[in-house]
């Protein structure tokens, strides 16, 4: 029985299990349709202000992450998790939003009480607060598992001398809305002595219930690894199952915050690094990449990113990535973080068709001349909601204006539906 078979008759047995499977982007094997680098499949890009606190009489949210879950009536609700952000590396607690709309309004933001702050036993005021969580729904368990991992404040601000070894914690969210208390995920590797992490990092949901995703490693703050992770969840419970061989760059920190996802039987991971490049690579299961590979443009041409992340936006028919880069309206601003663009991946030369490129989130202000006014985006996330609609989410903030700044949403309209996500006949 073909994939879509398969999800023909899921849907028209239990329509709410083919709208989890499909909504939360279960990244089955798609078919096997020759994706033309010329058809625009972006129609178009268009921008929306969650909430506004440019002028720091609010909140600036940051971290806002979504996924898509079965609501009433098989309706679909998108739940949002996202926290306040104060200065560098310096966040609230975690909280949670929802909209019944298709992202037109949304909830009051609520505290998920797990991803809170904790004392730390032996480190009198030192307190483990969470950070880069990424919400995703488990079909197979109709729970939300919301992964991020541990960072260590004392009073007001980061504690960068007392960042004691770091590691995921989770929590889950339940079919009746309540949550789970803190979770961690635990990897008994001397290779993770000082850190390992899936901070901000896309996952694939598998057919199985097992979660495919990544890892940055180190037994030290420097030279850090990355590597495949294949997991089991049962609702309860995430556990590693499998890391595969590590990927190197001997440059500063090493290799960050990887995110992965799967595109027509492959496995593509993208990679943040020190050294002005971003990578890439692939794998066949999820465990096995080959080399990495710098982004470039298709005619070779390096392209240069600062030390941040990206991020896949995958349609059947096409794979694209969002990310900075340098550019001349930019060249001052901090790690080029703004604007936001996305283009579509050359998926057998693994690189970008530089001909695609187009921005989803633009910048704002003088980044030549006032770069100090112009907010930062370089911590976002993507959401395929619907087969016509994928999100671009983030919060801006600007470092040096008392981290002001708008909650954005960029919705990206497709030409042609996202046969990954269907979400009913």
């Known amino acids: 029985m073909t994939v879509y078979r398969f999800l023909d008759a899921a849907i028209g047995k239990t329509p709410r299990l083919a709208l989890g499977l499909l909504a939360a982007v279960v990244w089955l094997p798609a078919a096997k349709v020759a994706a033309r680098a010329d058809e625009p499949l972006i129609q178009s890009v268009t921008k ?5 606190n440019r002028d720091g009489s609010g909140v600036t949210w940051f971290h806002p992450r979504a996924c898509m879950v079965p609501g009433a009536k ?13 200065g560098s590396d310096y966040f609230g607690p975690v909280h949670w939003t929802e909209s019944a709309d298709g992202g037109k309004t949304w909830s009051k ?3 998920i009480p797990a991803l809170g702050r904790k004392p730390v036993q032996g480190h009198d005021g030192l307190m483990a607060g969470v950070c880069d969580v990424v919400p995703q729904y488990h079909p197979q368990t109709g729970t939300v598992l919301a ?6 404040y004392r009073g007001p601000r980061f504690s960068s001398k007392e960042q004691l070894a ?3 914690v989770y929590a889950v969210r339940y079919k009746d809305g309540s949550w789970s208390k803190r979770k961690i995920l635990r990897w ?3 290779r993770g002595a000082f850190i390992y992490s899936n901070g901000c990092g896309q996952r694939v949901v598998m057919p199985n219930g097992d979660i495919m995703m990544s ?8 030279n850090r690894m990355v590597a495949g992770v294949r997991c089991s969840f049962d609702g309860e419970q995430l556990r590693v199952l499998q890391v595969g061989p590590p990927l190197e760059n001997n440059v500063g920190r090493g290799l960050l915050e990887p995110s992965v996802t799967r595109f027509q039987s492959r496995f593509y991971m993208t990679i943040r690094a020190e050294d002005g490049h971003g990578y890439v690579a692939v794998s066949d299961d999820g465990l096995q990449y080959r080399r990495k590979t710098a982004w470039a443009w298709d005619d070779g041409t390096p392209i240069a990113m600062s030390t941040t992340q990206q991020h896949w936006l995958t349609h059947s028919d096409g794979l694209f990535l969002v990310y900075t880069r340098k550019d001349a309206s930019n060249v001052n601003v901090i790690r080029w973080r703004s604007p936001l663009w996305v283009a579509r991946v050359d998926t057998e030369r693994l690189c970008l068709i530089r001909s695609s490129e187009r921005v989803v989130l633009p910048l704002v202000g003088d980044g030549v001349d006032a770069p100090d006014d112009v907010a930062l985006m370089g911590n976002f996330h993507v959401t395929n909601v619907s087969p016509q609609e994928s999100w671009v989410t983030v919060g801006e903030w600007l470092p040096r204006r008392g981290a002001r700044g708008d909650l954005l949403l960029a919705r990206i309209r497709w030409s042609k539906p996202n046969r990954l996500i269907r979400l009913g006949r």
Do not use: C, E, N
């Not at 098989?74 to 104060?86: D, E, N, V």
């Open 48 to 52: 929306q202000t969650i909430w506004r």
């Open 74 to 86: 098989g309706k679909p609700i998108a739940l949002m998790t996202l926290q306040s952000i104060g």
């Open 109 to 111: 933001p609520k505290p």
């Open 147 to 152: 992964l991020g991992h541990v960072v260590f």
């Open 166 to 168: 770091r590691y995921p």
């Open 188 to 190: 008994d590797d001397p």
């Open 215 to 222: 890892f940055t490693f180190g037994p030290t703050s420097k």
